[in-house]
C-alpha cells in the first residue's frame, strides 16, 4: 500500500518503532526557497523527541538522514540506504555543511531509529526547494 503526502510512503505493514504523534522534524535552516551557494550549512530540529546515535534503542530517541533530491517512495519498514542522495547522521549531529552543485534541489529530513528505520508514525519534515548558485569564483570563467 502506498500513500503520498509531504512524502511518498510504500508499507506492507510490518511493526516499526514507536514514535509520539506529536513528534515533529523540521529544517531550521536553509529556508524553503533559500538562493546559496555551496558548501551550505543545513541545521536539523526536532520537537518531542530527542536525539541520540544509531543503534541506542531508548525510547523516543532518533537520529537524522537527510535525503537529497529523493524522488523514491520510502518503505517505512526498511532500513534508509546509505548513498550521496541519503545521508545519514549516525553520532547524533544536528547540522551538516554539504556541496551541491548548481541547480535547484530539494531537501528533507527523516528521523530513524537504532536500525536506520522510520518510526511509526514516520516522523518526517516537508520537504524544501532551494537553488544553488555557481560560486563567484564559476562566475568569472
Known amino acids: 500500500m502506498c500513500f503520498t503526502g509531504m512524502m511518498l510512503l ?3 505493514g510490518y511493526a516499526q518503532t514507536p514514535a509520539p504523534a506529536d513528534a515533529e522534524l523540521y529544517l531550521i535552516s536553509p529556508r524553503d526557497g533559500a538562493k546559496l551557494r555551496s558548501p ?5 530540529g526536532l520537537k ?3 536525539v541520540t546515535h544509531a543503534g541506542d534503542t531508548a525510547s523516543n530517541m532518533g537520529h537524522h538522514h537527510l535525503l537529497i ?5 520510502i518503505n517505512p519498514t526498511e ?22 552543485p548548481p541547480g ?4 528533507q529530513l527523516v528521523l530513524g531509529d537504532a ?7 514516520v516522523v518526517f519534515s516537508k520537504i524544501i ?8 569564483a564559476d562566475a568569472a570563467f
Not at 534508509?80 to 555543511?97: C, D, I, R, V
Not at 526547494?129 to 563567484?136: D, E, F, T
Request: with cysteine; charged share 20%; net charge positive.
Open 115 to 121: 536500525n536506520h528505520k522510520p518510526f511509526k508514525p
Open 40 to 44: 551550505i550549512t543545513v541545521r536539523f
Open 69 to 73: 533530491d529523493v524522488t523514491d517512495p
Open 79 to 100: 532500513a534508509l540506504p546509505a548513498n550521496k542522495k541519503y545521508l545519514h547522521f549516525g553520532a547524533g549531529q544536528t547540522e551538516t555543511k554539504i556541496e551541491l
Open 104 to 107: 535547484n534541489h530539494t531537501l
Open 129 to 136: 526547494h532551494i537553488r544553488v548558485l555557481r560560486s563567484n
Open 10 to 12: 510504500c508499507s506492507p
Open 48 to 50: 518531542n523527541m530527542g
